[in-house]
C-alpha cells in the first residue's frame, strides 16, 4: 500500500510540475515585447545648405518599427518663422531596417525668399530659425505615415552656407 501511495504522490507531483510550467510558459509569452508595426520614422533635419541657387538638405530617418520598412515617396514642407523655406513631394525610395536609421538627402531649386531667410542667418544678423519639418512617407505595406518635427537652424561655425 505504501508503495501505491508513493505512486499516487509522483504522479500527481509531476502532473503538478507540468502545469506549473506550461502556466510559466504562457504568461512569459504574454509578456514579452510587442513588435511594433505602421509608426510613422522619426524624421530630423541633419543638416542644410545652400550653393549655387540650390539648397540641399540631408534628413535622418528612423525607423521605429520592429520591422522593415520600405519607403516609395515623401512630402514635406520645411517652414521658417511661418514661411515656407521649401516643400518636396516625390520618390524617396529608402529601405530602413527595423529599429535602424538612413539618411536621405535632397536637393531643390532656391527661391529669393529662401535666399534671403538663409543669408540673414549666415551673416549673423539673427543667431538662429526656428522651423517646423512636417509631412508624411508612402510605405507600400503601412500605407502614409505623417512626421513632424520643431527645430532651430544654426550656422556650422567654419562652413559658410552650411546650417543645422
Given amino acids: 500500500m505504501k508503495s501505491d501511495n508513493n ?16 502556466l510559466v510558459a504562457v504568461l512569459s509569452a504574454g509578456c ?31 525607423n521605429l518599427n520592429g520591422v522593415e520598412l520600405d ?14 523655406l521649401f516643400s518636396y513631394k516625390g520618390p524617396a525610395v529608402t ?11 535632397v536637393e531643390v531649386e532656391e527661391s529669393d525668399s529662401s535666399r534671403e531667410l538663409l543669408n540673414t542667418l549666415h551673416s549673423g544678423e539673427v543667431k538662429s530659425l526656428p522651423y517646423l519639418l512636417k509631412g508624411s512617407i508612402f510605405s507600400q505595406e503601412d500605407g502614409r505615415l505623417r512626421f513632424e518635427h520643431e527645430g532651430h537652424i544654426y550656422p556650422l561655425p567654419g562652413r559658410p552656407g552650411h546650417f543645422r
Avoid: C, Y
Avoid at 509531476?14 to 502545469?19: F, N, Q
Avoid at 519607403?71 to 515656407?84: A, H, K, M, N, Y
Fill in 7 to 22: 505512486i499516487r504522490t509522483n504522479h500527481q507531483r509531476r502532473k503538478l510540475l507540468g502545469v506549473v510550467l506550461i
Fill in 95 to 105: 529601405n530602413i531596417v527595423a529599429n535602424g536609421t538612413e539618411t536621405w538627402t
Fill in 32 to 62: 514579452g515585447t510587442k513588435l511594433i508595426r505602421g509608426a510613422a520614422p522619426m524624421v530630423r533635419m541633419n543638416e542644410l545648405s545652400h550653393q549655387d541657387n540650390n539648397i540641399t538638405l540631408e534628413l535622418s530617418m528612423r
Fill in 71 to 84: 519607403i516609395q515617396t515623401i512630402d514635406f514642407s520645411l517652414r521658417v518663422d511661418d514661411d515656407e
